[in-house]
């Protein structure tokens, strides 16, 4: 019997493939055991009724074995051992597809041809060696950034960072709209464009425009000039300087963060940074009064203090100050000391 099962599933094997070979493989032993049970066992034996013997064949061939049913002669013990064996095959066949499979998916995954199933993610576009990994590394540090697509041409053969957990992986031409599918940029919250060149940016911007107008768009320049040729394509984009990604990843988090610098270091802006010195008046009172007074009397943001040697960036509302202390603020215009300490009488 073993050697009839195991040249059946060699002839079997050769001409049908995955689980319908081990389908074929247990339909062929249920059918050839229960008629052999049928005529090994005598008729006092429930084993051999329709409602029994698939419960029998079940538990034998997947060699659990309850051992509420069994045969009673020498005979039907060897049809026993035929269904253990049957069994074991079709178990041995449907493992081996199973983890064919498995290898497989992981294979395509691996090399970028999986379409995916993501809603309200981030995806990058482009990749470049060691300054991806970064941009990856700090927007996986926010919470709330559970999942990310990494997009690469075609020279990137398989996944650059497979340890990096959340992070998948999708290759082909960037600027085809079937490859933008498959990393769900059509669902996507934002969408990082950090390309080889400037043209390609543009072409980049072009493509993930015409699947999802309303995408929170972040790209990478060489050239910021080329930010109104982008803007053409969407009005919302956020153009940041290529050699500063950490932009990239402040702006993805927070939309519109870019352009509140862009005014910070713009002498034309609204909100310029300035700094004074605390007069006397004002020494020993709490960071947090200090703050009111400054927004109340002067519309200004105190943002940082410098004092016994170090800067503080927002310090705590309770921090106390001292006379002379440095102290950074938002403003529309400068606030000389002698208006501050006039304020304060």
Not at 43 to 48: K, Y
Not at 193 to 207: H, T
Not at 212 to 224: F, I, K, Q, S
Request: aromatic content about 8%; hydrophobic content about 45%.
């Amino acid at each position: 019997m073993p050697i009839l099962v195991a040249r059946f599933v060699q002839a079997l094997r050769s001409r049908v493939h995955g689980w319908r070979a081990a389908l074929a493989v247990g339909l062929f032993v249920f059918g050839t055991s229960w008629l052999a049970m049928w005529l090994a066992e005598p008729g006092s034996n429930a084993i051999t009724d329709p409602q029994n013997y698939w419960w029998y064949f079940l538990v034998t061939g997947s060699t659990v074995g309850y051992g509420d049913f069994f045969p009673e002669t020498g005979a039907g013990h060897v049809v026993g051992g035929y269904v253990i064996v049957g069994g074991i095959a079709t178990l041995t066949i449907l493992f081996t597809e199973l983890a064919s499979h498995i290898q497989s998916v992981r294979g395509k995954r691996m090399k970028g041809v999986v379409a995916l199933d993501l809603t309200e993610h981030i995806v990058i576009l482009g990749y470049h060696p060691g300054r991806t990994e970064r941009i990856v590394q700090e927007l996986l540090l926010e919470e709330r950034v559970r999942e990310l697509v990494l997009c690469a041409w075609d020279d990137v053969p398989q996944h650059p960072m497979p340890e990096q957990d959340g992070v998948l992986f999708v290759r082909g031409d960037l600027r085809d709209a079937d490859v933008l599918k498959r990393a769900c940029v059509d669902r996507a919250a934002t969408v990082v464009i950090d390309a080889r060149d400037d043209n390609e940016a543009l072409a980049l911007a072009v493509a993930v425009d015409h699947l999802r107008p309303e995408v929170h768009m972040v790209a990478a320049l060489h050239d910021m000039n080329r930010a109104a040729h982008l803007r053409y394509v969407s009005p919302t984009v956020q153009c940041v300087q290529w050699h500063v990604p950490n932009l990239l990843t402040e702006e993805a988090l927070d939309p519109g963060i870019t352009e509140v610098y862009a005014d910070l270091m713009s002498s034309r802006g609204e909100g310029n940074t300035y700094s004074v010195r605390l007069p006397e008046a004002l020494g020993g009172q709490q960071f947090g009064a200090c703050q009111q007074q400054f927004g109340r009397d002067f519309g200004a943001t105190v943002i940082a203090v410098r004092q016994d040697g170090s800067m503080k960036v927002s310090p705590p509302w309770d921090a106390p100050l001292r006379a002379g202390a440095v102290l950074y603020y938002l403003a529309a215009e400068r606030i000389d000391e002698s208006r501050l300490a006039a304020r304060s009488r």
